[in-house]
């Protein structure tokens, strides 16, 4: 068995604490506990500030995107509520950091993104880690991935100016999806959508901030 280094130790200390802290803020389902426990949020951040990784803040990657804040990936998902049987897609690999979370609670997550290095260094991340239920595609998030819907989950991770009708229909029956809605620069709304017998319901969760989803082809930066 390999020795534990300092950083090793350093960064077990610092997990201990975030989770404690996840705790503090009313995280409660204990499947997002040890999902978030068992993906090291140190190997999803820029080295220059990885010993920033477990501070309750969004984080700066590659492309001009961002690795969004702990607290509110283990929020989105518990209000989620992934069960392991289920087919999740998620608009926004970003780093991999919520792609990885969402792994370790559904059977196959579908990811997008438009940024071919952001999906290439995650998919690297996720190998590293022996995630293998993960399928990944470079592509415009606001299409969704109709070859593979319905889903029984959708996550989004980037502000769409309304609720885009294109993932709503594929949104499986009893379905449930995560999305942020409102305007690039000010405040947006985090809005848990359900469908049911094919009505949809809209609930208001709180207030976030994330960049905004661009429509349109995908891009090879």
Same mark, same amino acid.
């Given at each position: 068995?390999? $020795? ?24 409660? #389902? ?23 990784? /477990? ?28 069960? #392991? ?24 997550? /579908? ?11 995650? $998919? ?72 049911? $017998?094919? $009505? ?22």
């Amino acid at each position: 068995m390999a $020795e534990q280094g300092p950083r090793d130790e350093e960064d077990a200390e610092q997990r201990a604490a975030f989770l404690l802290f996840l705790r503090k803020r009313g995280i409660r #389902d204990t499947r997002v506990m040890r999902a978030m426990e068992t993906v090291p949020r140190s190997l999803f951040v820029p080295t220059q500030i990885v010993e920033h990784a /477990y501070s309750d803040r969004a984080l700066p990657i590659a492309c001009g995107q961002t690795i969004s804040q702990p607290y509110l990936v283990a929020y989105m998902t518990e209000q989620l509520d992934v069960k #392991d049987r289920h087919k999740v897609l998620e608009i926004g690999m970003g780093s991999g950091f919520q792609t990885a979370v969402l792994a370790r609670l559904g059977r196959r997550i /579908y990811t997008i993104d438009r940024y071919r290095t952001l999906v290439q260094d995650a $998919e690297n991340r996720l190998n590293a880690l022996r995630i293998t239920n993960v399928t990944s595609m470079v592509a415009d998030g606001a299409a969704g991935w109709p070859a593979q819907a319905p889903f029984d989950r959708i996550m989004v991770t980037a502000a769409a100016e309304s609720v885009p009708q294109t993932l709503v229909d594929q949104l499986a029956d009893d379905g449930v999806m995560i999305i942020p809605v409102g305007p690039q620069g000010t405040d947006q709304r985090l809005l848990r959508i359900t469908k049911i $017998e094919g $009505e949809v319901e809209t609930r208001d969760l709180m207030r976030v901030r994330f960049v905004p989803m661009v429509a349109g082809r995908a891009v090879s930066l």
